[in-house]
């Protein structure tokens, strides 16, 4: 079973920030949380991933919830291109153990507006 | 650099017959992965494979499948008897060394069983 819960849709105006909340409340210290999105018709698309302190790339921003129970991917500005459905998931990190097993639950399909 | 490429994007087939379905990991990529999506659903891990060897297969759903991957870089999904309920996008996935490492997707076979 996943372990986050997502919105299962959300709308945001092209230009606008997108952000997208996900909730993973049973976390382990151990373990990272990993941002994939998937535009219709293609294979998922790494995004971005953290463990406890904030990232940036050029794609986007993960804010990580202090106590680790949440976090908020941010498109700073969404164009409509980054209309996908965009999944949240935690990973362990640690070699060993069945951590390859990426599991996807059904994610957010953000829409972005003109 | 190139990414992760799948042959073919499209399959249609009959019921019964035999498939093949190839994934060409990035270059250097020593860990191997496929995932299977079904319509409306997040991909479902398949198999593992580290190297020539299959680290994890539990995720195949019976022995009509088989995953090869001979000599450590491109791995072929096989499909015998197929049915109708195998029709989905068939996913491969690569990363760096470690089952720990990011994992980046390649764009998908979409196989339909008629």
């Known amino acids: 079973d996943a372990k986050t819960t997502q919105p299962p849709s959300m709308d945001c105006a092209e230009g606008r920030a997108a952000n997208l909340p996900c909730n993973h409340s049973?976390?382990?210290?151990?373990?990272?949380v990993y941002w994939y999105r998937q535009i219709h018709s293609q294979g998922p698309q790494y995004i971005i991933h953290g463990l406890k302190n904030n990232e940036t790339n050029e794609m986007a921003s993960l804010i990580i919830t202090e106590d680790r129970k949440s976090s908020t991917l941010i498109l700073p500005h969404a164009t409509l291109r980054d209309t996908a459905v965009y999944y949240c998931i935690v990973r362990d990190r640690i070699s060993g153990g069945s951590n390859y097993k990426l599991t996807f639950g059904k994610g957010t399909l953000l829409t972005v507006n003109p | 650099g190139a990414g992760v490429s799948q042959t073919p994007s499209n399959k249609v087939t009959e019921k019964g017959k035999y498939v093949e379905l190839r994934c060409d990991p990035i270059s250097g990529h020593t860990a191997l992965y496929w995932y299977r999506q079904s319509l409306g659903q997040g991909p479902e891990f398949l198999i593992y494979?580290?190297?020539?060897?299959?680290?994890?297969d539990s995720g195949l759903p019976n022995d009509r499948f088989f995953a090869v991957r001979p000599e450590g870089s491109v791995s072929t999904l096989k499909i015998q008897r197929t049915e109708r309920g195998d029709s989905a996008v068939y996913l491969c996935?690569?990363?760096?060394?470690?089952?720990?490492?990011?994992?980046?997707f390649g764009p998908g076979t979409r196989l339909t069983v008629l």
């Open positions: 049973t976390i382990s210290g151990n373990e990272y």
């Open positions: 996935a690569s990363s760096l060394r470690r089952e720990a490492d990011t994992q980046y």
């Open positions: 494979f580290q190297g020539t060897g299959a680290a994890d």
